[in-house]
């Protein structure tokens, strides 16, 4: 099983609809990120969250909310989805403990508004 | 806040031939640096990384990158290249845990291809 889970792999929606992408995982790693990957652009910072009680906006939070459920899921939500907000979105781990401070990734979630 | 530039979008380079893919940032303080990389269709995957200590580091698949504090690079280099080795990589750069926000901002990423 992966150690992060992202949920669904693939979604199709119409604008305006409200949508969520789902993260978990099995690390035990107390710091959850969201990015966007679009081409020419890398990875953009959606929101982080470093624990259950500590949301933070990245560079591109317009149009987004998260929700840290517990330290193991960190949600996404789109509220009224738009078509620039189709793109491949990825969950990420890191821990701020045990001098590892690189961040491990799910599989990417596919979204297309259309 | 921190940046990280990778001024190449493609890099093509024969198989068996050395390889450069080039990642420059800019950081408050000491960085942390990172490199990842993406075959289609995956997630990222972690390559190596640059906390402190040694300037050369060593990673998967054959992989290492230097560091260079006054030219504030990182390259990913490899002295063979694989055609396996064809994918995106990308640069990232975390600032000091003490110093900063820790937040980890991402290059645009550059797509190596290895030419049999």
């Known amino acids: 099983d992966a150690d992060v889970t992202q949920t669904p792999r693939n979604r199709i929606t119409k604008t305006g609809k409200r949508i969520m992408l789902e993260c978990s995982q099995t690390?035990?790693?107390?710091?959850m990120y969201w990015y966007r990957q679009d081409p020419g652009l890398g990875l953009r910072l959606i929101y982080y969250?470093?624990?259950?009680?500590?949301?933070n906006k990245g560079e591109i939070s317009d149009g987004y909310s998260v929700s840290r459920q517990a330290q193991a899921k960190f949600s996404l939500s789109l509220e009224s989805a738009i078509p620039n907000q189709t793109a491949l979105y990825f969950c990420?781990?890191?821990?701020?403990?045990?001098?590892?401070?690189?961040?491990?990734f799910g599989q990417g979630t596919r979204l297309t508004v259309v | 806040a921190q940046s990280v530039a990778q001024p190449e979008d493609q890099v093509n380079v024969a198989e068996g031939n050395p390889l450069t893919v080039k990642c420059t940032y800019s950081?408050?303080?000491?960085?942390?640096l990172f490199w990842y990389v993406q075959y289609p269709n995956r997630g990222l995957q972690f390559l190596l990384k640059?906390?402190?200590?040694?300037?050369l580091v060593k990673g998967s698949y054959g992989f290492e990158a230097e560091f260079n504090k006054s030219q504030t690079s990182f390259h990913l280099k490899k002295p063979s290249a694989l055609v396996s080795d064809s994918a995106l990589y990308f640069c990232?750069?975390?600032?000091?845990?003490?110093?900063?926000?820790?937040?980890?901002?991402f290059g645009q990423g550059t797509r190596l291809t290895i030419n049999p």
């Open positions: 990420a781990t890191s821990d701020s403990r045990g001098g590892r401070p690189e961040a491990f």
């Open positions: 690390k035990g790693h107390d710091r």
């Open positions: 969250s470093f624990d259950v009680k500590d949301i």
């Open positions: 950081v408050s303080g000491n960085p942390y």
């Open positions: 640059y906390i402190t200590g040694d300037n």
């Open positions: 990232a750069v975390r600032d000091h845990p003490i110093q900063g926000a820790q937040k980890l901002v």
